[in-house]
């Protein structure tokens, strides 16, 4: 992992206000009461994609900072969430069955 600079930091700002964005958009997801079907389907959406696969792409190539690292952290602990959820959903769907 790289030491940050000046300007990598205010990439880090401006990655804070995407988590943000990122966390919204599930927060929002639920909010409306999704049915269970609904939440089975949820992705998130292409710009979240993207910042996931950008940071995959760094960590491949040993390139994350350490604020990236502890982003890409961050989207896998929001992903485990989205799995449990999703599991347990399943489950809801296969009693209605």
Sequence with gaps: MKQESKNEHSVAVAALTF???????IVDF?????SSEEILSFRPSPETQ??????????SADELTED????LEWFGQLEHLMQLVKARAHKYV???T
Excluded: H, I, M, T
């Excluded at 988590?19 to 958009?25: D, G, M």
């Design 19 to 25: 988590q943000q964005r990122s966390y919204a958009e």
């Design 94 to 96: 296969k009693k209605k």
């Design 68 to 71: 990236d690292a502890l982003e």
């Design 50 to 59: 993207e910042r996931v696969r950008e940071l995959l792409e760094l960590n």
């Design 30 to 34: 639920f909010a409306r009461g999704p």
